[in-house]
T-cell receptor, first 113, second 115 residues
Framework: DAGVIQSPRHEVTEMGQEVTLRCKPI?????LFWYRQTMMRGLELLIY????????DSGMPEDRFSAKMPNASFSTLKIQPSEPRDSAVYFC???????????FGQGTRLTVV | SQKIEQNSEALNIQEGKTATLTCNYT??????LQWYRQDPGRGPVFLLL?????KEKRKERLKVTFDTTLKQSLFHITASQPADSATYLC??????????????FGQGTILTVHP
């Protein structure tokens, strides 16, 4: 398996634009997580899914953020409209059950100017 | 409120020595604790998992201890090498019971091993 695949690797966008980040989890994993990493706040959990169903989105900072998982092999994180303070590295991770390790993608570095 | 603290933001040691990293937590009752390694520009990579009923876990040069009374985990790298230089993150399951693998991470410790 190629691991968790995220795209794009880098995204530079202007304030106010819509940004969509994509994630393909490892086949057979039933939990998917979106994290955001910044120097100030470290690695923060935004939302997670189990069997494609959103379980907890309490980490999503604002209504500008939304996430979907239409099927077991694809998830998106959307920011609309984007703001400079959204600049961070966004990671997607998957795991096949609780009490096991999470596998992280390479991340998407988002810069909003 | 729940808190995870990795005591050292940065740790510098000489090659061949043992590196010891600390993770303390408050207001958690984790069923397990994990350690990850993160290199610059990459996602975290899993190293070790230790459960609440385990005192110690080893894997090659790595050793993790878990003291639920002290609410602390220690992560040791023996015979350290420059290639061990990275950021090390501890992570807890955020809730007892069914959490679907949801993890909360500490801020990380940047380890630098000097030749």
């Amino acid at each position: 398996d190629a691991g968790v695949i995220q795209s794009p690797r880098h995204e530079v966008t202007e304030m106010g634009q819509e940004v969509t980040l994509r994630c393909k989890p490892i086949s057979g994993h039933n939990s998917l997580f979106w994290y955001r990493q910044t120097m100030m706040r470290g690695l923060e959990l935004l939302i997670y899914f189990n069997n494609n169903v959103p379980i907890d989105d309490s980490g999503m900072p604002e209504d500008r953020f939304s996430a979907k998982m239409p099927n077991a092999s694809f998830s998106t994180l959307k920011i609309q409209p984007s703001e400079p303070r959204d600049s961070a590295v966004y990671f997607c991770a998957s795991s096949w059950r609780e009490n096991t390790e999470a596998f992280f993608g390479q991340g998407t570095r988002l810069t909003v100017v | 409120s729940q808190k995870i603290e990795q005591n050292s933001e940065a740790l510098n040691i000489q090659e061949g020595k043992t590196a010891t990293l600390t993770c303390n937590y408050t207001n958690y009752s984790p069923a397990y604790l994990q350690w990850y390694r993160q290199d610059p520009g990459r996602g975290p990579v899993f190293l070790l998992l230790i459960r609440e009923n385990e005192k110690e876990k080893r894997k090659e040069r790595l050793k993790v201890t878990f003291d639920t009374t002290l609410k602390q985990s220690l992560f040791h790298i023996t015979a350290s090498q420059p290639a061990d230089s990275a950021t090390y993150l501890c992570a807890l399951d955020a809730a007892g019971g069914t959490s679907y693998g949801k993890l909360t991470f500490g801020q990380g410790t940047i380890l630098t091993v000097h030749p």
